[in-house]
């Protein structure tokens, strides 16, 4: 158990709840309990049966959708399964407390010098999932306005393009000099083609280099 105690103590820094898992005897030891989960199951979560109290975890608090990620996890046969391969174990999940969806994270871990020890331990992720989430919305925005700065900036060339093309077609029918009309396409052909070799660049691979191409397409607008 001491280098069991030293895993545990590591994990309470991080981690809202933290348990130890005998799987010759299928005993659970409460170390850190989130106050959530003290709330809803009071003292049964501190010791007792592990199958028991994971299996009123999942059925009361995980989301539907979730609860088959718990299924490697959920006895102690499938524990044993687990651990005679690897030493760790981890997966998101969603769970809902008043109504409201948040997330969190397990990792079980093997105790190194032991074959029935493990460490289990639940992390709430709802602050990185905020990050994620504004993360991935300053990357929408930035996607947005590439695309919009792109309309702006291409569809008037484009537009003389096709323009240009219909009034060459009438000249040539009319056997007019049509070389005025062809020199204003390829000019927008060009300008066409800047634009794309701007925004397809190699190194448009961040959010500064994309930035940066916004800005100069603004500025051929």
Avoid: W
Wanted: charged share 30%; net charge negative; proline share 1%.
């Amino acid at each position: 158990m001491e280098l069991g105690n030293k895993i545990i103590d590591a994990l309470c820094y991080s981690y809202q709840g933290v348990y130890y898992v005998n799987l010759t005897s299928g005993e659970i030891r409460s170390y850190r309990m989130a106050r959530y989960v003290r709330e809803k199951f009071g003292e049964q979560f501190h010791q007792g049966s592990y199958e028991t109290n994971i299996y009123a975890y999942v059925r009361k608090l995980v989301m539907y959708e979730d609860q088959r990620l718990f299924e490697p996890i959920l006895t102690i046969a499938s524990l044993r399964s687990i651990f005679s391969r690897q030493m760790s174990y981890s997966f998101s999940y969603r769970f809902t407390l008043d109504e409201e969806i948040h997330y969190g994270q397990v990792e079980a871990l093997k105790v190194l010098d032991s074959s029935d020890e493990i460490v289990l331990a639940f992390k709430n992720m709802d602050k990185q999932h905020q990050l994620e989430k504004n993360l991935y919305e300053k990357e929408r925005q930035i996607v947005k306005a590439m695309s919009r700065q792109l309309n702006e900036v291409a569809r008037g060339p484009l537009m003389n393009v096709i323009e240009q093309s219909k009034a060459a077609k009438e000249a040539a029918k009319a056997g007019q000099d049509v070389s005025g009309y062809i020199e204003a396409i390829q000019n927008d052909g060009e300008t066409l083609l800047r634009i794309f070799n701007l925004i397809f660049a190699e190194e448009n691979t961040d959010r500064e280099k994309i930035e940066e191409t916004i800005m100069k397409l603004d500025s051929l607008s």
